[in-house]
């Protein structure tokens, strides 16, 4: 696709659900990465990909969270037994790796509320 | 551990002057690149302009440059005349050998009129 598209935007669920978010890189991007965002914080790093395999996955907070990534193109970040604390917004970004450079191109997010 | 570091968590500058936003950076490895993001009021992040550390010249592009001192593992960013467009969220970010790229906790810029 012409951006990365993530879904949904916004999730709104109970404390202890399980949650899938999803993203969808641009075509032909080899990497993928996942942040979590807080107000007013920067993005912290949760786990990326190389093709189909995570390269680091050094950032998963806990054995709650877990992402795939089976043919090497779209992603799913899986939170298991949601606590508050999961409130904040996800960032999938991804990147060619054709250059140096490896500049990441983000999605517009997934905004988590765990109530 | 690599770290990135961003001490101004916010700044005020009148429109059209110049800003410099400070990233230090720490890290063993020869090989790194940083990268700086600019992330408005509606969320998205915004590629700005990046630095490979064996690049011998310090990276611009349109207003903003890369002020790189690598003996003194900065990376500041620097606007020229800026603009009220320019009031955000600024973030550092780096990439390490392996390819993590992490990012600091960011500068809150304000423009003012």
Redesign the interface.
Known sequence: GAGVSQTPSNKVTEKGKYVELRCDPISGHT?L?W?RQSL??????LI?F?GTGA??D?GLPNDRFFAVRPEGSVSTLKIQRTERGDSA?Y?C?SSS?SS???????G??SRLTVL | AQKIT?TQPGMFVQEKEAVTLDCTYDTSDPSY?L?WYKQPSS???I?LI?Q?SYDQQNATEGRYSLNFQKARKSANLVISASQLGDSAMY?CAS?WR?????????TRLHILP
């Open positions: 990497a990465y942040y007013g914080q920067g993005p912290e790093f990326y190389q390269a680091d050094s917004v960032l970004a790796h140096g450079a490896n500049v990441l191109t983000f517009a997010g | 961003q690149g990268f969320g998205e992040m590629f990046y490979g973030f990439r392996d390819d993590k790229i992490i990012f600091g906790k960011g």
